[in-house]
């Protein structure tokens, strides 16, 4: 079924604005891509604006005090002020982009918010998810339509609400498919963020997605206590290091990683405080550091298939150390999302926007190979500059 902004694509693709704000805290992606939720016919322009140390300490807080609360009583007040400042910060970076690209002109945004608290699914009960972000605000200043809270109809469907990526990430792998000309191929999106997920499709049969373990965000929360930066440039304190492998040995007996998927992460189900707190700045980053590529890598082990490519995507893999570990077992398998053509620091922000289109045309955003909801289900809220829906 359909929402009354799918007339936006009667005449076909059209530019949608996408934005992402990851747990990392380090900024807001936006990019443009032309699409009808189907097809991606086109890549426009796109942006990273990193958030202020000031903005980056109010969105801290709310995360914080998220974990205190935990769904118990009231909102902390942290969260209307975070969620004003990220949404005119979100508002800001679009009128940037919008302002120096292409002369691209969009017909509608997908919003994805700030993910502060997320809580899957366990023993029966439905879980819940809390995105930061305000779409009608974003709305009014955008002056176009905005789909946003694309979560909570899945969870609310006793989904896990994530990972939601998966369909964009078949769209780009049946696009590379199609470049090689190869009607057999197996691939991998791995996007390394704050926690690590992947898509993984074989012959454009059912992909195959969740969060496989921590990605950066450990590593950053860990530089950052020791105020020596909001993350490990060229993984000089991880490289100066002792990994323990006795540690890694007892994280990776965790019952998450024995758990089949359909399954997801909280940004701080593995955060460094609770795993590092005693150790050195170095000897924790290192051993940080070796965990996140061994879940990765463990993760690719138990697929039906080893793909021909893993196509590594987001900020994590700018860490060269953790990008060195994962080609020590993959090879020339493992490539940069820039050798394919595509942008890998615009692609979770690209994937809002074509679930945007998804949402405005009734297309399901989510499937029960990849959040383990019971049918494939659409998602997302609408609000136009004059009102909400």
């Known amino acids: 079924m359909s929402s009354d902004l799918a007339h936006l694509f009667k005449s076909g693709p059209q530019w949608v604005l996408g934005f992402m704000s990851g747990t990392s805290l380090d900024g807001v992606d936006v990019a443009l891509i032309k699409t ?12 990273t604006i990193s958030y202020t140390d000031d903005q ?18 009231p909102e902390p007040k942290s969260f209307a002020k975070a969620e004003r400042m990220m949404t005119l910060a979100h508002a800001d970076a679009a009128k940037k982009l919008l302002q120096f690209g292409k002369g691209e002109t969009p017909v509608l945004a997908g919003f994805h918010g700030q993910t502060v608290l997320h809580s899957p699914p366990e023993n029966g009960n439905k879980g819940q998810t809390l995105q930061l972000g305000d779409g009608e605000l974003l709305a009014k200043e955008l002056k ?10 899945d969870m609310e469907a006793g989904g896990h609400g994530a990972p939601l990526a998966p369909i964009y990430h078949t769209a780009l792998l ?23 997920n992947f898509t993984w499709q074989s012959n454009g049969g059912a992909p195959i997605a969740f969060d496989t373990g921590p990605g950066n965000g450990p590593i950053d ?44 992460l909280d940004r701080y189900d593995f955060s460094a405080h609770k795993l590092v707190s005693n150790m050195s700045l170095e ?6 550091t ?12 138990e697929m039906p298939k080893m793909p021909e490519i893993v196509v590594a995507t987001g900020g994590g893999r700018h860490n060269p150390l953790i990008m060195q570990y994962l080609r020590d077992e993959l090879g020339d398998a493992l490539i940069d999302a820039g050798e394919v053509g595509w942008r890998g620091d615009a692609i979770e922000a690209e994937a809002f926007a074509y ?20 049918e494939p289900k659409t998602g997302g809220r609408f609000a136009t500059p004059t009102r909400r829906k």
Not at 144 to 153: K, S
């Open 283 to 288: 000897d924790g980053a290192a051993t940080l």
């Open 355 to 374: 679930l945007a289109a998804r949402s405005a045309v009734g297309l399901p955003i989510s499937f029960p190979e990849t959040t383990g909801v019971a």
């Open 36 to 47: 009808d939720g189907q097809i991606i016919e086109e890549f426009g322009s796109w942006i």
């Open 144 to 153: 176009m339509p905005v789909v946003f809270d694309l979560r909570t109809a």
């Open 174 to 196: 049946a696009k590379e498919a199609a470049n090689r000309k190869q009607n057999e191929f197996t691939g991998v999106v791995l996007n390394l963020g704050g926690v690590a």
């Open 290 to 301: 070796a965990f996140s590529a061994r879940t990765i890598l463990r993760a690719l082990e």
């Open 221 to 264: 929360e860990w530089v950052e206590k020791h105020g020596k930066g909001s993350f490990d440039e060229n993984a000089q304190f991880a490289k100066a290091g002792q990994v323990d492998e006795g540690l890694i040995e007892k994280w990776m007996a965790h019952p998450y990683f024995s758990t089949s998927p359909p399954k997801s």
């Open 56 to 73: 980056r300490k109010v969105l801290a807080v709310a995360t914080q005090d998220a974990l205190k609360w935990n769904w118990n009583g």
